[in-house]
């Protein structure tokens, strides 16, 4: 068998100016919303969650939706989903499939539901007569928008297979007595410990150039061992057990006829397929996120050892 080494792997930490600027228009929007939606990929509960924002909007009822659960294993989405439930205040959760429109009406009746019992316990004794109004945050290429389409049956926010769609805020007012609110995906600032920052790359969650191809095709094989999960790799004719790592990749591109002039198999176009197909759901469901790389998963944050950040800096405009 083989061995994966991936000590050798800094931490790569990706927080454009874009995302500071994102964080501090949730703050400023937050009064005007009942329930704060934080979204996370089930593959990754954990690595892409960004604790931060769930501080930062603490003040509201809080919904975690753990989506894209078609590519997750479901015992494992529904553990992790109790798990955050538990850790976080004023929380609830779901577990939706956008593409699937699976737990669509779960996510409006668990939101009704938080407001509900926030406005009993702040003492409000009337009826909200206007709208319900939900912000929908989370890291990059979650679903975001996704879902905010799928809630409002018509493609209102665009949407696409990598990270950064959606540069600002956008609210958007749904025919079931509800209003939306869009935001940029936002990682924490600081860098990753090395294994949570290859998921959120191998997610599409920070920009895959930043990390490295080959090394995320590495980690995904890694992944995919550890799982024992081999069918996709023998459809593209892999043979098992597996002797040598490069012989997987100049057998997927033989097979896919990726070749360099002079036959020599082109390797960068071979890992951009495998990464392709793994984004498409080609690997079936993996949970990357699993007991035991996380003990004590209640320790979310020494994923992000050098998370900082200072909101309290006046914007420039202010
Ligand atoms: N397999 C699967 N793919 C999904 C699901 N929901 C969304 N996607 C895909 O995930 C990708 C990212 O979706 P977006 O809605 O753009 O993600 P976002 O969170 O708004 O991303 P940013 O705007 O970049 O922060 C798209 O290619 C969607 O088709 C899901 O439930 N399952
Ligand atoms: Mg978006």
């Known amino acids: 068998m083989i061995n994966f080494d991936f000590s050798f792997v800094k931490g790569v930490g990706w927080y454009p100016g874009h ?9 400023k929007q937050l009064k005007l919303v009942d329930v704060v939606m934080i979204l996370t990929d089930a593959r990754t509960p954990v690595s892409a969650l960004n604790e931060g924002l769930i501080k930062i909007t603490s003040t509201k009822p809080t919904l975690i939706v753990l989506n894209k659960a078609d590519l997750a294993e479901d015992e494992k989405t529904l553990d992790w989903a109790e798990h955050l439930k538990s850790k976080y205040e004023n929380c609830d959760y779901v577990i939706t499939e956008t593409i699937n429109r699976r737990g669509l009406k779960q996510i409006t009746n668990t939101a009704r539901q938080l407001i509900k019992e926030d406005r009993k316990k702040k003492g409000a004794t009337r009826p909200l007569f ?3 109004r ?7 290429n979650v679903g975001k928008s996704s879902l905010i389409n799928a809630l409002n049956r018509k493609k209102s926010a665009r949407t696409g297979p990598r990270p950064g769609v959606t540069r600002s805020q956008q609210w958007i007012t749904l025919a079931d007595d509800m209003e939306l609110l869009d935001t ?6 600081g ?3 090395v294994e949570c920052g290859l998921r959120l790359g191998l997610i599409n969650a920070v920009k895959q150039d930043l990390i490295g191809k080959s090394l995320l095709v590495t980690y995904l094989m890694s992944q995919a061992f550890k ?9 593209l004719g892999v043979a098992f057990p597996v002797k040598d790592y490069d012989d997987i990749l100049t057998t997927i591109a033989a097979k896919m006829g990726y070749k360099l002039p002079g036959d020599e198999p082109d390797i960068r176009k071979t890992e951009e397929f495998i990464l392709r197909s793994y984004t498409d759901g080609k690997f079936g469901k993996m ?5 035991p790389d996380f003990q004590a998963p209640g320790d979310v944050k020494i994923l992000w050892p050098d998370a900082k950040i200072n909101l309290d800096i006046e914007d420039e405009e202010n």
């Open 227 to 235: 799982h024992e999960n081999y069918a996709y790799l023998k459809s």
């Open 134 to 140: 939900l912000m929908i945050a989370g890291v990059p």
């Open 19 to 27: 995302m500071l600027k994102a964080t501090r228009d949730i703050r």
């Open 287 to 291: 949970t990357l996120d699993t007991p």
């Open 130 to 132: 206007r709208p319900i």
């Open 184 to 189: 940029p995906g936002i990682m924490p600032p």
């Open 191 to 193: 860098n990753p410990l």
